[in-house]
T-cell receptor
Framework: AQSVTQLDSHVSVSEGTPVLLRCNYS??????LFWYVQHPNKGLQLLLK??????LVKGINGFEAEFKKSETSFHLTKPSAHMSDAAEYFC???????????????FGQGTTLQVKP | EAGVVQSPRYKIIEKKQPVAFWCNPI?????LYWYLQNLGQGPELLIR????????DSQLPKDRFSAERLKGVDSTLKIQPAELGDSAVYLC????????????FGPGTRLTVT
């Protein structure tokens, strides 16, 4: 079965400093991985996705993530945090049964990013 | 392009009362999902529709929860009767198909059962 573990429930950074949100995955097959962001009272928004193409994936708002198979990791980074980045971030893996993608997303527990002025 | 629309945004009911949530997906999206998000946790899939067919409802508590997607467009999720533990955010999402295309999420309905 597929699963993701977000290693930090809360991350606090100062504006202008780098952001690192950590995620490890478990999957029987080559996984499809995503990062979603959830701002208060707003819907989840896709930041980026990895689907077995380039291992370094660039997303919206300056975020990127690197797929590392040897470490089973998919950490999210951003060089310089902005106040508007404060939100809840979810690492997500696509469910696979047999060798077929079911379309079901399996979410991590989430990481709250706080950005201090 | 309009996003996924959900209503109501907030609902407060007493336990044992019924409640219904409505979702209008993005036009042309064949696949519709209902997720449950408990406080401090990631969303969990309740049910997935492809057009009007429920293709994955294994996580839906069928003793009190029901859902429908008549005509393969709008969908309604119902709880009857509600319990205190049902207090959560109910999210609706849609995608063009069940593959690796992006799922677009609505703002959710926050349910409080007292």
């Amino acid at each position: 079965a597929q699963s993701v573990t977000q290693l930090d429930s809360h991350v606090s950074v100062s504006e202008g400093t780098p952001v690192l949100l950590r995620c490890n995955y478990s999957s029987s097959y080559s996984p499809s991985l995503f990062w979603y962001v959830q701002h208060p009272n707003k819907g989840l928004q896709l930041l980026l996705k990895y689907t077995s193409a380039a291992t370094l994936v660039k997303g919206i708002n300056g975020f990127e993530a690197e797929f590392k198979k040897s470490e089973t990791s998919f950490h999210l980074t951003k060089p310089s945090a902005h106040m508007s980045d404060a939100a809840e971030y979810f690492c997500v893996v696509s469910d696979v049964v047999g060798s077929s993608n079911t379309g079901k997303l399996i979410f991590g527990q989430g990481t709250t990013l706080q950005v201090k002025p | 392009e309009a996003g996924v629309v959900q209503s109501p945004r907030y609902k407060i009911i007493e336990k044992k009362q019924p409640v219904a949530f409505w979702c209008n997906p993005i036009s042309g999206h064949n696949t519709l999902y209902w997720y449950l998000q408990n406080l401090g946790q990631g969303p969990e899939l309740l049910i997935r529709y492809e057009n009007e067919e429920a293709v994955d409802d294994s996580q839906l508590p069928k003793d009190r929860f029901s859902a429908e997607r008549l005509k393969g467009v709008d969908s309604t999720l119902k709880i009857q009767p509600a319990e205190l533990g049902d207090s959560a955010v109910y999210l609706c999402a849609s995608s063009k198909d069940r593959g690796l295309t992006e799922q677009y999420f609505g703002p959710g309905t926050r349910l409080t059962v007292t």
